[in-house]
């Protein structure tokens, strides 16, 4: 079999050629090295060892906000990222006089700037240190739930040792699925102000109509500053704080943009899953999302008719409603994606070329061991998958429900030391467990909850029996009748609906809870035992998949590298760069997409009616084709967005999109419909990030709204309509 | 003023520029030697004189079906038109043991092909001839409703010298307004029989969901035959009758297509408004069109409040909900378009210049004269379209009202000639009245029909004293609870919800109607007053408007003779030809379609759920790549349909789409989205039309569901796949 495709490979390898010439990869900074030459090949200018160094320019200057990342673009400390990642910030400064969201804000002086709230972080990356060894060391001879807690106790070891050094927070990072740890630390900047954001309307253009489509027309660009107390050193929010001084900041563009262009990115992408097995993709698309799409159908359903005809039962699960919709759209997208790419077949024609390579290798024997060993533990998950789906949304999908089990799971957790509590339940996130206990109030109608869980544990009474939940059935009975009679019961005889009653027992010494004679609170207590028991089988697997799975990455890792290739980490909020080219999109037959939008898509779109009500101001520049230095020259108008082939993720928003020299050509904000699936797989027909053009920026900030303070710091010199006199203007 | 443009004006010329440029027109045959050197610079190659001539071909291969265009392509009455055109006959002809519509329909030998239904047609026109003379001999001098009369009976005269010879079908068709009338006859061909249809998911794949939308992937087409008796004259369908020989036949071309390649089409527009007053445009963006959205959304709300949760009466209103809803969206398609080419601005830039350019000429004077009275007739109308758009309704939207209203009509028509009746009354529409009433069971349901009427009589009250309709008040009177009382007087009190009573008073005595004490009889009999009224003050309209627009075109084709542009009429389903190029479109911001789809795009669509089922050997043929000749040679696979910038409208469906030298390549069967507002304005940046791809109908014909009998009768030499062992070679 060695060196011998079937069929299938063959036509995986096929498929897999174009990925490659289509620069697929979220790189560590530091293997931009080992990819140079295809960088170049795409047409990168700079020094890739430069590149690859976060304490010097550009990466230096990439942070992350927490979820969205950012990029300095002045000595001073401003930062730039997207209008949505700043929207909470500009919610906050907003009021009735003064409706920041709809207006947009413009800070005309330093002193102007606004806080972006007690939450608000830019974090700089500034060390980023491999400490496998001393992770693991600990862990070596161990197993299952052992090992995990190994890796934990040496990773908070090396957190709390890290962070000892007041303004910093660390983390420890697991790379290749267990196969390498590394220490991040991060400088913490706490005053983080808002200098500039366009109009919502601006800003989020299409809003949630246009979400994931392409073409687009956002503006969705905004302006941080960050600052540090007078010592240079991060402080919370104070008026004597002064700028924070970055070590390196980016140039932002002046060139125009074109299709080929050469187009890399940097940021901080939360999650993929490109490296799992392939029997993890062939059930991600057999099972996962496929069971996913029909229970949320069938919660939404439940949900509808239990609350059809109830004005107030709508309005109080409207979120939950949306949040429901969201997933299974998601899920729709991505399974979509992933059947038209036939990524199983992909993902299994890797594995047999990766297995018929590794059957040369020295260390054959043992690796297949551990591979194999590491396909049973998922086979145990994947037992249970049924109950553990049902279970979990039992929790997740109701209030009375989950605020019942978090409270006696947070009467169980402070009876240990604050360190050893389950994350989640520790002492910093009691404010969070407080409000998530009173808002339950505004999201609860106890007749659709009701509905909720019966839709839930009809299809657990329907499983076979070892994947039964005793304390489920004990709960809620074993038949319709049994179960209709104990909600109603439940109901019907507890007090939690009471926000008071629930905050009585979050104050109450967890012996309270734990005697409640409150049947919610005690049902809950009968469940917490299951919830403990799935736990202790989870963190058994997890451990057990952190040992074994190592094996698996290296016989990928080995393989690629026999072939002359790299291989990137699966995405883990880590600082990742991503390179590639301005690129438009064959969507479907006969259709293409090109990669430039222009304000004229802008006018085509406006209806007066949100999401599409353009501005006046805006309307009336683009009428006026008061354009100068930002039109593209080859397309004689305004752009707005554009579409490259880079590889990202959630957690990329606000990614500084860079030219082949590093200057910052535009911000990434989304991702198009097509490559909702490229969480598993990278398909270069159809994965494109949708970015903001810098030019497009830099016109709204100069013709529109204009800033003419935050363009000469970022040492751009654009000719800046008279900001006193949009109206005269309009009327020239 | 004279030969000045003003600004909205120039704009209007440089959006016309590109019209002029894009070859629009629906030019009568007799034209087309005047356009022959734009044909020519489109890339034409044939002879214009020849093809202005309707004895010869290809002109006499086109034929009408009454409704759909087709045209014969063998020299044994072969006639190929759209799968949607043949679509009766196609379920005529189902069984429950065969299906048709979902099997598709091949005749093994011309013994095979099965009756089209007594109703269908195949009309071949064979006289056009100017009688604008013998027309208005007897009207010039009168006005208003007697000029109407005059033109109206000469025109039955006309048409009745011309059937006196069996076998022709005659018309007298009105050109540019009332300026020039015709006289056309056809041969017409009762024995139509369905010779080949494939299977309703090639046929109509992507049905409504598709319906005006591009890329499409639809084999809409399918084949009849024409027979005549034994003597060779239109006869009933008899077994014993002959295939037609027709004096021409069009070729099926084998050659490749590309974009920008020439083409035309030849068919039987229906309807256009292009030569309306810039008036008449204005009325149509600012008030038809809005109040029309408006309204139909008004009574589909309505429907939709009095039928909540009555099942019967939601399924009773599905066809009318179904028809108010594509009348809203077309007639939204419709403001939109005419509102993205500026229509009215153009318009009056048209009007403009035609004024200036006529002030030069002689007869200046009675044109202005005549054009302003017209204006002044169109002004008339305009007072009370309020009023006449909602009694119109009264009776269009509602079942019990409208068959009073009909019984009451019919009496009184009755007691006349059958000769001089109102058109729709007449002895050949009984059958048609009386299929009405009784249908009107299946689609109403009482309360409904009161929420209709409630909707449209709240709106009336609200109109001025001068457009109130004294009948209706009296009705319904004149406020709220008034008109509640009658509509629960009225709908308690009629027997008329009964089928048995509205047949028996159809059946009876005139004077058993009109004497009728049932409430609904005694409203309609008040109503019909009303009716009677706004009929006698439209045709006096009608026939000032037939006498006074002449001047006004005749301005229009002098101004555009003046600078070397023929002006083709308004369609009204005469034979026309519309010669352009296979053409993309970019239908908005960064979205560009190519203007041929493959059947790759087939897979892409296919769901397994209609409209999206390719059926079984489709799908297999196409993963075989079983394309041999037909292939595009650039595209490297099979094409399905494509678009171009041809005229057309509704009636060209099946109309021949032809080459450079006339050959077949492709059958028109609908138009893009964009292209609704066609019918008042051609937009050469929106107007294309779509079409079957002829090598598409071959590859069907020959790989898919092969048809060697009908390829070989067209003189084609596919190599046809073994009939017998589709699923043989689908393994192999």
Redesign the interface.
Known sequence: MRHRLTGLAALAAALLLPAAQADEGMWLPSQLPEVEAQMRAAGFEGDAAALSDLSRPPMSAVVSLGGCTASFVSPHGLVVTNHHCAHGAIQLNSTPEDNLIANGFNAATMADEVSAGPGARVLVTDRFERITDRILAGARGLSGRDYYEAVEAASKAAVAECEAEPGYRCSVVDMYSGTDFHLVRQLEIRDVRLAYAPPDAIGSYGDEIDNFM??R?SGDFAFYRAYVGPDGKPAAFAPENVPYCPAAWLEVSTAPLAEGDFAMLAGYPGRTFRHRTAPEFAEQVEWQLPSRVELMGALLAAIERASAGDAGATVRYAAQVASLKNTLKRAQGELEGLRRSDAVAARRAEEAAMAAWLDGQPDAAGARADIAAALQVLDGARATRERDQLFSLMSAQTQLLRSAMQLQRLALERGKPDALRQPGYQLRDEPRIEAALRQAQRRYAPEVEQAILAELLARHRELPAEQRVPEVDAVFGTDATATAAALAALYSGTALDAEEERLRLLAADPGVARASVDPMMRAAAALLQAELRHEDEAKARAGELLRLRPAYMRGMIGHARSQGRAVYPDANSTLRVSYGRIQGLEP???????????V??IV?KHTGVAPFDAPAPLLEAIARRDFGATADPALGTQTVNFLTNLDTTGGNSGSPVMDARGRLVGLNFDSNWEAVSASWMFDPRYKRAIHVDARYMRWIMSRVYPAPRLLREMGLHEEVADPQAPAAAAAR
């Open positions: 392409w073409p027309h479907r037959d006969a259709v293409r997409y090109a990669p430039l939008t222009t004229e898509g085509e």
